[in-house]
């Protein structure tokens, strides 16, 4: 069984976390990487300390989303039963993975099988991770920590969890597919959870198994630029409009109504800033709708999308 499971990283200038990556994996497991053109000793580095693993370097960077697809299609060539999506920067317990397919055999209708993310101390839940889960979850897990010696273990449902250490089933492949192309770097796991809701199978979050995220935290950009505003503003449109659970074609027309008054009343009032917002927010929205609905027409059937090319 051992054999069936791939470990798929997406990497990119990853030194500083990949040594201690790369030694929290247990040698049973076969790994495949995907490196997005990094400049730094990433390729270097795992040929040389790491003979045995698989290295796909890119020519250009395929983003997160695109990274994993080619991982998850050369594991599933080679006979993949589960694949385990893991970060550069994150960092794995020796019993983690069995933990986790552990509970995959025994709920089926489990499609994303997640363990707990701990911050970078190992003492305390990751920041972000905290919200994924409904309160009462949350204080249980972290009293939990403060108690390890006490009997403990649970698997919890939640309708989203980061894709930073996901245990995928090779039916969850079969049914859901890869990454949607229309996300580079970050929504595409957000899309994916909607579309495993979609099709009525459930995400786990296991109690008894960790992964440290070691993620780099990032204080607020006040002076940001016109198009670094546009990039977030898409990639929040595509999470919502995306979403085959809702529908969107009223909310589109709603917000272009909005937009539109918002750009006369910046007009008149000279504010070129505000102005030049709103009209490029307005044609973003005309350059996404196409392919937002290509999106849903695909990921409301099942299928092994996006793997097959």
Not at 163 to 186: M, N, Q, R, S
Request: charge should be positive; include cysteine; glycine fraction near 4%.
């Amino acid at each position: 069984m051992d054999n069936d499971v791939f470990i798929i990283m997406v990497t990119y200038n990853g030194m500083h976390w990949l040594p201690k990556t790369m030694s929290s994996i247990p040698k049973k497991y076969k790994i495949v990487i995907i490196d997005n053109c990094s400049t730094d000793n990433t390729i270097k580095f795992i040929n040389t300390n790491y003979p045995n693993v698989i290295v796909l370097p890119q020519k250009t960077n395929l983003g997160f989303g695109g990274g994993n697809n080619i991982g998850i299609k050369y594991a599933i060539k080679n006979n993949a039963n589960f694949v385990f999506l893991l970060n550069q920067d994150a960092y794995l317990y020796n019993d983690t993975i069995e933990n986790l397919i552990d509970v995959s055999k025994k709920k089926p209708e489990f499609a994303i099988i997640s363990p707990i993310h701990l911050d970078s101390t190992a003492l305390n839940l990751d920041w972000n991770f905290s919200t994924y889960l409904k309160a009462e979850d949350t204080n249980s897990l972290k009293y939990f920590l403060r108690y390890p010696d006490q009997d403990f273990n649970q698997v919890y449902t939640t309708n989203f969890v980061n894709a930073a250490a996901w245990l995928l089933p090779k039916k969850t492949l079969e049914t859901i597919g890869g990454f949607d192309p229309i996300f580079f770097h970050y929504g595409e796991d957000n899309n994916y959870c909607q579309r495993v809701i979609y099709h009525q199978l459930k995400i786990a979050v296991v109690s008894n198994a960790y992964v440290i995220h070691d993620r780099e935290y990032r204080g607020l950009n006040k002076n940001i630029s016109l198009e670094y505003a546009l990039k977030k503003r898409e990639k929040k449109l595509k999470i919502v409009w995306a979403d085959i659970n809702n529908d969107f074609s009223e909310k589109v027309k709603i917000r272009k109504k909005i937009l539109k008054k918002k750009l006369l009343k910046a007009f008149l009032k000279i504010e070129v800033r505000k102005f030049k917002e709103y009209k490029a927010e307005l044609s973003l929205i005309d350059n996404i709708v196409p392919e937002i609905i290509k999106s849903r027409n695909v990921n409301v059937l099942k299928g092994s999308h996006y793997l097959n090319e």
